[in-house]
């Protein structure tokens, strides 16, 4: 059977529909965001495997203020045999959405970094809106039970498969 263009437009439209009938709703952030209070250390307690971490422990994000008020990032982790860095910068592209920052580690490559949930001076859920990337973070090695399970309730309601997360230690020696 010879295919008709307006075969081609059916199907098309059907594949329209059946891939944004499965899409996931938009991924909320923090409507405020203080940056002064988000700079400093945070350490990974909880994340999705992914390849540019892949077998790395005692995981930092070190935020430092830019002179043109973007954030520099410094990722920091150890694997096993030697410590390993990646330098990028951060920057919020619309002010109306202070929590959805992109973040570039190599130019002109920049993702999303959407923050979810956080109080400053604890803890903080980081995420991307397509939920291929997760993190729970806090300012000391480790979480108490009640906010890290709050956290991956949390991150479950929003539509990610908490059963990826991975624990990440912090027993490495500098």
């Known amino acids: 059977m010879k295919l008709k263009p307006y075969h081609i ?3 098309a439209l059907g594949l329209v529909l059946l891939t ?3 899409s996931k709703k938009a991924l909320t952030t923090v409507n405020e965001l203080d940056k002064e209070q988000y700079l400093g250390t945070w350490y990974e307690i909880q994340r999705f495997p992914h390849s ?3 077998d790395l ?3 930092t994000a070190t935020y430092t203020l830019r002179e043109d008020g973007k954030i520099n990032v410094l990722n920091k982790g150890f694997d ?3 410590w390993r860095e ?4 951060a920057w919020t592209p619309n002010a109306d959405k202070p929590g959805e920052l992109k973040v570039e580690f190599f130019w002109p490559f920049a993702g999303d970094y959407y923050i979810i949930e956080t109080d400053p001076a604890k803890y903080s859920l980081v995420g991307a809106p397509d939920r ?3 993190w729970i973070l806090a300012r000391e090695k ?5 906010t890290l399970n709050r956290l991956r309730t949390r991150a479950e309601k929003l539509g990610s498969d908490i059963s990826k997360l991975e624990e990440v230690h912090h027993n490495c020696e500098e």
């Open 86 to 89: 990646a330098d990028g910068k």
């Open 80 to 82: 096993g045999e030697k």
């Open 52 to 54: 540019f971490e892949k």
């Open 57 to 59: 422990q005692c995981v």
């Open 9 to 11: 437009g059916f199907m």
């Open 142 to 146: 480790s979480l108490d039970d009640v």
């Open 132 to 134: 291929e990337y997760l």
């Open 20 to 22: 944004s009938c499965g």
